[in-house]
């Protein structure tokens, strides 16, 4: 079965600062990659996604991930924070031609301080 | 927009009780899921369903059941509950396919007594 990690389980910045969030999974055929974001009581929203082509995929709010097929990651970034991006971030993978089960990581809590 | 609607923000059941928690999509969506989100754990599919009345067991079935008796409608069931089934329930709907995007629902944190 395939797993997804996400390395960092709370991350604290500032305002401005630069943002990469890891994601690693095990999966060794084709997927398709996304990042899911939720706000502070709100439901989970799609940030961005990955299915073929450009490896830098631009999502919405200044987000960015590149997925790195050897080795196996889809780093999330964003150059310069806001306090509005306080938010929890989860990796997931879907295994191309093993169903449509999404696999997540264990989610990364981001604080920015304003 | 896709909206995926969910009865219940909030429940408090007692141990053993039959709960009931509804999903409503309103875009015509082939598959549905149902996950459970818990800190450190992210969320984990507990059943899916790619059509009327079809439902496949995901990563966490166990103490869980579901029913799809309409496109638009994906129940899940949990027919005696335990307090370790204390957590927040999300489901999710999506057109099926090999690119699918999943859209979720907002939750229902279930508090089991």
């Known amino acids: 079965a395939q797993s997804v990690s996400q390395h960092n389980h709370h991350v604290i910045l500032s305002e401005a600062a630069s943002l990469e969030l890891g994601c690693n999974y095990s999966?060794?055929?084709?997927?398709?990659l996304f990042w899911y974001v939720q706000y502070p009581g709100q439901h989970l929203q799609l940030l961005l996604k990955y299915f073929s082509g450009d490896p830098l995929v631009k999502g919405i709010k200044g987000f960015e991930a590149e997925f790195i097929k050897s080795k196996f990651s889809f780093n999330l970034r964003k150059p310069s924070v806001q306090w509005s991006d306080t938010a929890e971030y989860f990796c997931a993978v879907n295994a191309v031609n093993a169903g449509n089960m999404l696999t997540f990581g264990g989610g990364t809590r981001l604080m920015v301080k304003p | 927009d896709v909206k995926v609607t969910q009865s219940s923000r909030y429940l408090v059941k007692r141990t053993g009780e039959k709960v009931f928690l509804e999903c409503v999509q309103d875009?015509?969506?082939?598959?549905m899921f149902w996950y459970r989100q818990d800190p450190g754990l992210g969320l984990r599919l507990i059943y899916f369903?790619?059509?009327?009345?079809?439902?496949e067991k995901g990563d966490i079935p166990e103490g869980y059941s579901v029913s799809r008796e309409k496109k638009e409608r994906f129940s899940l069931i949990l027919e005696s509950a335990s307090t370790n089934q204390t957590s927040m329930y999300l489901c999710a709907s999506g057109r099926g396919g090999v690119q699918e995007t999943q859209y979720f629902g907002p939750g229902t944190r279930l508090l089991v007594l």
């Open positions: 875009m015509d969506h082939e598959n």
């Open positions: 369903s790619y059509d009327v009345k079809m439902k």
């Open positions: 999966y060794g055929g084709t997927v398709n």
